[in-house]
Nanobody
């Protein structure tokens, strides 16, 4: 049974940092590209970062997260991370990790086969 389990969410003050983890079981993450998505209340789900098999050329969602978020992977631990710095109120959302394979666009939800349950990130003023 494939499972992706996110952890590391919580409540943080604006300007603070959080590190999210996505631990996989039942699949070998090194064979997948992995994305971090978020969904804020009343909004659609958006990809904030994604990383391919090799870890080269990670994707970040524009100026809203670039320079503040860093995605990385540790294939030995079968885990992908999202380091989030300088958090703002606009980063408040449920964060999901997802794994996909094949030729899909890793910025898009349709490319992903497996999803975690999500972890809440709340940024307070």
């Amino acid at each position: 049974q494939v499972q992706l389990v996110e952890s590391g969410g919580g409540l943080v003050q604006a300007g603070g940092s959080l590190s999210l983890s996505c631990a996989a079981s039942g699949l070998t993450l090194s064979s997948y590209f992995v994305g971090w998505f978020r969904q804020a209340p009343g909004k659609g789900r958006e990809c904030v970062a994604a990383i391919n098999w090799s870890g080269s050329s990670p994707y970040y969602r524009g100026d809203s997260v670039k320079g503040r978020f860093t995605i990385s992977r540790d294939d030995a631990k079968n885990t992908v991370y999202l380091q989030m710095n300088s958090l703002s109120l606009e980063d408040t959302a449920v964060y999901y990790c997802a794994a996909g394979t094949g030729g899909g666009d890793m910025r898009r939800e349709y490319a992903y086969m497996f999803w975690g349950q999500g972890t809440q990130v709340t940024v307070s003023s």
